[in-house]
């Protein structure tokens, strides 16, 4: 089945910091989601990109599809920033299954 | 997007028995999802649930031990039977609105 490799596993940050985390994937894919999974748990989606550029405030997103890799941008970074980033993708004979990488754990010092 | 809502938010139970996870939405949603999310690991999810018909497990989950029902369009239960302390885990249900995945707030199982 399709691979889902995140990187840095683990990014520790001051406060105002920039950061970019990496979702490299071994196959097409037809979804592309970004989560943030906060301390407590939940886990909230942040963009969905299967390909092109989002932004949302401080947070930004490229997927490029033909090279199989999408990066997540966080700038100036807050201390309510810090949890698990994870990236999921879903491949196209998978219907809405969502195969998900091993996440980025940020920590954001004051 | 509809709301999720699942019960018990936690709980601690003896090995050998069985716990069952609910979860609700607000709104008719024709798949759900469930996910396992082992201590300090990613998500893995544990099947698809279809309304009026038998879930679709994956690979490694199997029915007898994670038996799920689909009565409705806006609710599903996971039974975890005959637990091991390996069952300790974050059970999360979810679906998909408009290409994108909405969670529960999650089941924290510990099992002892």
């Known amino acids: 089945g399709i691979q889902v490799e995140q990187s840095p596993p683990d990014l520790i940050l001051q406060e105002g910091a920039n950061s970019t985390l990496r979702c490299n994937f071994s196959?097409?894919?037809?979804?592309l989601q970004w989560f943030h999974q906060n301390p407590w748990g939940q886990l909230i989606n942040l963009f969905y990109i299967p390909s092109g550029t989002k932004q949302n405030g401080r947070l930004s997103a490229t997927t490029v599809a033909t090279e199989r890799y999408s990066l997540l941008y966080i700038s100036s970074s807050q201390t309510t920033d810090s949890g698990v980033y994870f990236c999921?993708?879903?491949?196209?004979?998978?219907?809405?299954?969502?195969?998900f990488g091993q996440g980025t754990r940020l920590t954001i010092n004051p | 997007s509809a709301v999720i809502s699942q019960k018990p938010s936690r709980d601690i139970c003896q090995r050998g028995t069985s716990l069952t996870i609910q979860c609700q939405v607000d709104s008719q949603v024709t798949m759900m999802f469930w996910y396992r999310q082992q201590p300090g690991q990613s998500l893995t999810l544990i099947a698809t649930?279809?309304?009026?018909?038998?879930?679709?497990?994956e690979s490694g989950f199997v029915i007898d031990k994670f038996p799920i029902s689909r009565p409705n369009l806006t609710f599903s239960t996971l039974t975890v039977s005959n637990m091991s302390p390996e069952d300790s885990s974050i059970y999360l249900c979810?679906?998909?609105?408009?290409?994108?995945?909405?969670f529960g707030a999650g089941t924290r199982l510990s099992v002892l």
């Open positions: 196959d097409s894919v037809n979804n």
């Open positions: 979810s679906y998909r609105g408009q290409n994108i995945q909405y």
């Open positions: 999921a993708v879903s491949p196209p004979q998978g219907a809405q299954k969502l195969v």
């Open positions: 649930a279809n309304q009026g018909s038998e879930a679709t497990y």
